[in-house]
């Protein structure tokens, strides 16, 4: 039963359709191209430098079981720097590896720990070339300490890198 009210002010046409909603541009109503697609005259440009622009950080390069942890911890030697704390252990393998801690009793808050393991992280990855020079290769361990999140990359990277030094000289401990 409708009321009088929907009767008289309701209305139950629907309005003309529109046929073209887009507006044409001057080279017509033309698709997006798709994802792989890029557009003439675009896409990636190389850039000169191969080991800086090397984002990655392979899983061989890194310790990843508590074990490996615990074995560099107890059989290492230790390091003791402003912005972080590094155990050294020689390796069999043919590659320096790494591990990066950063504890909540250090550093504190989540987001603080995280920003700490990304500074020592790419600390070790810029320094593979003073790490080149070492003829021995190490289990590295760096524990993140908490003036470490109030510098910027700078000054831990020089700090990494006159340890990796104090290293290279002194192979034969």
Known sequence: M???YAKENISTEQPPSCKKARFQGENGDQ???RRNQTPQGQGTQAINGTALLDFS???ELRLRK???FLRVYELGKRIEGRFMTVFILPNENPVQRVGITATK???GKAHDRNRAKRLL???FRLSRVELDVISVKY???LNARRSLLMVKLERPLAEFREIAAKV???ENF
């Open 139 to 141: 289990d590295w361990v």
């Open 31 to 33: 698709e997006r191209p």
């Open 121 to 123: 992280r790419e600390t």
């Open 57 to 59: 950080f392979p899983k």
């Open 168 to 170: 290279a000289l002194t």
């Open 66 to 68: 508590r074990a490996e």
């Open 2 to 4: 409708e009321s009088k």
């Open 105 to 107: 009793k250090a550093i």
